[in-house]
């Protein structure tokens, strides 16, 4: 008899709460909500070769990148999907230079959503998978509408951290602290349907090395090494994979193995990818599912922020691998 158990995500972060004695049902509504956003985005991404929505809108966002429409839409959609809930004190987004507190003419809440709108934008018009990546702190100071300090706190503090992945099928991911759980979108009901409970990073021997290899001329000595390391390992049996989607990346690693590699070099010393609302969230899923997440020297989520769009060099997966990348850096 097959399990016909069908569970929902709203099913799940429900009973989740129940598990977590004083929850208030803010922190759920949250999830329900991003899960609502996610629904939005993973409908305009399927129908984006069809409708206007492809390409870029002509102007560069903080990062110094061409803003994609996708990545503006995304925005937007997350933006106004929990504005008005009441449950956020203020939002920082990959797309907005500063930190945004809700506006007066909506309640004030105790959280701060840190997101990538739209990560793997470089990908949107080639049919590539594309996500968006989420983290939920709670504030820490006495200001109503939140503050920088709210804003810049350690990965070990975050509530809650995951992404949507916008795949072959759109799947969102995420944890509380309680496990790795993942749910695919069926499109045909509107529902995000349990799939991957209690997601475990695979023990060793790990597959895949995933790492932009046409900046290995910028790379430092110990990385060079470790990257030749990974390939004469076990007599060659890594396979390298490089989607450049860091949420597509990061999901094969998840369920396959093998570490993700996006390190500083000679050029950006502190690498292309952002603390807050990248590295951070998936480094919180990382360690929730057995693995780890490195900026090379030391855990991602015991960084302490000092700029909203700081970047990290990242090394994540399977424990292992992780290790011994830090291993190798440690000479340089
Ligand atoms: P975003 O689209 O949010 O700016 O993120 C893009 C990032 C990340 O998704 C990916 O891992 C990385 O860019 C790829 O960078 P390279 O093209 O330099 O490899
Ligand atoms: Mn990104
Ligand atoms: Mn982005």
């Given at each position: 008899m097959t399990d016909t158990h069908i569970v929902t995500i709203d099913r799940h972060i429900i009973d989740e709460e129940r598990n977590r004695p004083g929850a208030s049902g803010a922190f759920s509504n949250l999830l329900t909500d991003i899960a609502l956003a996610a629904k939005v985005i993973s409908r305009q991404v399927?129908?984006?070769?069809?409708?206007?929505?492809?390409?870029?809108?002509?102007?560069?966002?903080?990062?110094?990148?061409?803003?994609?429409?996708?990545d503006v839409f995304a925005q937007d959609v997350i933006y106004r999907a929990m504005d008005h809930t009441g449950h956020l004190c203020c939002m920082?987004?990959?797309?907005?230079?500063?930190?945004?507190p809700i506006p007066e003419k909506f309640p004030a809440g105790e959280y701060i959503l840190l997101f990538d709108p739209l990560d793997g934008s470089s990908n949107i018009d080639v049919n590539v998978s594309i996500g968006t990546i989420f983290s939920l702190q709670r504030k820490v100071t006495e200001h109503e509408r939140g503050s920088l300090e709210?804003?810049?706190?350690?990965?070990?503090?975050?509530?809650?951290?995951?992404?949507?992945?916008?795949?072959?099928?759109?799947?969102?991911?995420?944890?509380t602290g309680r496990g790795v759980h993942g749910f695919t979108l069926d499109p045909s009901i509107g529902e995000?349907?349990?799939s991957h409970e209690d997601i475990r990073i695979p023990q060793p021997p790990s597959r895949y090395y995933s790492v932009n290899e046409a900046y290995a001329s910028r790379w430092s000595p110990g990385m060079q090494r470790l990257v030749e390391d990974l390939k004469r390992s076990r007599g060659g049996e890594f396979s390298s994979r490089y989607i450049g989607s860091l949420v597509?990346?990061?999901?094969?690693?998840?369920?396959?193995?093998?570490?993700?590699?996006?390190?500083g070099d000679q050029k950006h010393p502190s690498g292309k990818l952002r603390l807050l609302y990248e590295a951070s969230p998936l480094a919180f899923i990382a360690e929730e599912a057995g693995g780890r997440a490195s900026d090379g020297t030391g855990d991602i989520l015991d960084i302490q922020p000092t700029e909203l769009h700081q970047r990290t060099p990242?090394?994540?997966?399977?424990t292992d691998l992780v290790d011994r990348a830090e291993e190798f850096l440690a000479n340089d």
């Open positions: 399927n129908m984006a070769g069809l409708v206007d929505i492809l390409g870029r809108v002509g102007h560069r966002n903080v990062q110094g990148e061409p803003v994609q429409k996708l920082v987004s990959e797309e907005l230079e500063d930190w945004v709210d804003c810049l706190q350690p990965g070990r503090r975050q509530l809650a951290a995951g992404y949507v992945v916008y795949g072959s099928s759109t799947m969102l991911v995420y944890t995000f349907i349990l597509a990346d990061f999901h094969r690693t998840l369920l396959r193995g093998g570490i993700f590699m996006y390190p990242l090394f994540i997966g399977s």
